[in-house]
């Protein structure tokens, strides 16, 4: 249902760096790109990212309670992820670990804007 999810940065070229990092790692790449916007994935696959400055020309801000979830094939990729994010200027929310007894296990990381995401699998 959904294509793709737009969080906002004040440093387009930054977040740039970051989100190419992670895009990288999940095979993917950039799939639109214009002056204040860019997006990753693949066009016909799952949801993509995409970053933008804001419209209205005011800064970004961070949504209070607002996460971005990274579906990852494996739990070597959701540690990768979390390493990336982290050595790309990301801060850590939560490291890489089980959560409850399901299977799911995740890592918790906020870009260089303050986005929330995790990176996770299932079973």
Partial sequence: MIGYVTLGTNDLARAARFYDAIAAEMGVGRMMEFENFI???K??????????????????????GVMVALEARDRAQV???????????GTCEG???PRGD??????YFR????????????G
């Avoid at 066009?43 to 209070?64: M, Q």
């Fill in 79 to 89: 540690d990768r992820l979390h390493e990336i994010a982290l050595a790309h200027g």
């Fill in 95 to 97: 490291p890489a670990g």
């Fill in 39 to 41: 997006a990753w994935g």
């Fill in 111 to 122: 870009d260089p804007d303050g986005n929330k995401l995790n990176a996770f699998i299932m």
């Fill in 102 to 107: 399901s299977g799911f296990y995740a890592a």
């Fill in 43 to 64: 066009p016909g696959g799952a949801a993509g990212i995409g970053l933008t400055k804001p419209f209205d020309g005011n800064p970004a801000s961070v949504g209070n």
